[in-house]
């Protein structure tokens, strides 16, 4: 069997692979590349990251977010969102963003995977998963960059903030707020506290 075909049988619909993935079943791997890709059985997303695409009911399915962010940062520890996620807190956003921000520990900068880009954002800590918590810190972080008017969605921000369990959004906004947001936010909170007492 040539090694194009063993290689072929190696990849699975719907996967992505770095380059040096495929390696170990090709001894001229760039070669091989690229009759895959000429061919129809890869897709390359950028430099070094390739898709196996699948069919679905209307023809090729795109690589899978989380598949190809995974593998282009080698990492699994990231967070992928958008200022349309801020919709689902009711504090009266309502746009939609085409934007998609990967917050990580590795990568800074726009890039283009496939069709799809994304703004990579640096952060020292990232949380496994998207809560309400993080959202109204990040929606304050972001608040300039927002279609929607300012200081009627502060307000509801606060109105948010007095909703929800204080430590779990004091040590949210200490972890991944800017300057600005973690005092609005440890202010908030304190006032809070003085209120109920």
């Avoid at 903030?161 to 430590?167: K, T």
């Avoid at 300057?179 to 006032?191: D, G, P, S």
């Amino acid at each position: 069997m040539e090694q194009l075909d063993v290689l072929k049988r190696k990849l699975r619909p719907g996967a992505v692979y770095r380059r040096a993935d495929l390696q170990q079943w090709s001894k001229s791997v760039d070669r091989h590349l690229q009759e895959l890709v000429k061919d129809g059985t890869l897709e390359k997303l950028s430099g070094g990251l390739y898709y196996v695409p699948s069919q679905g009911t209307f023809g090729k399915v795109p690589a899978e977010e989380h598949a190809t962010v995974e593998a282009f940062l080698k990492d699994d520890h990231f967070l992928v969102t958008s200022p349309s996620d801020y919709n689902a807190l009711g504090v009266g956003t309502t746009q939609l963003y085409t934007i998609r921000f990967v917050y990580n520990l590795k990568r800074h900068g726009e890039f283009k995977l496939g069709n799809r880009s994304f703004q990579f954002v640096r952060k020292p800590y990232v949380p496994n998963k998207l809560t309400s918590e993080f959202l109204l810190v990040d929606l304050v972080n972001n608040l300039e960059h927002l279609a929607e008017d300012q200081s009627v969605v502060m307000e509801r921000v606060k109105e948010k903030a007095r909703e929800m369990d204080p430590v779990r959004l004091r040590k949210m906004a200490n972890r991944v707020g800017k300057v600005r947001t973690r005092k609005l936010f440890n202010a908030l909170l304190k006032t809070n506290s003085n209120v109920s007492a």
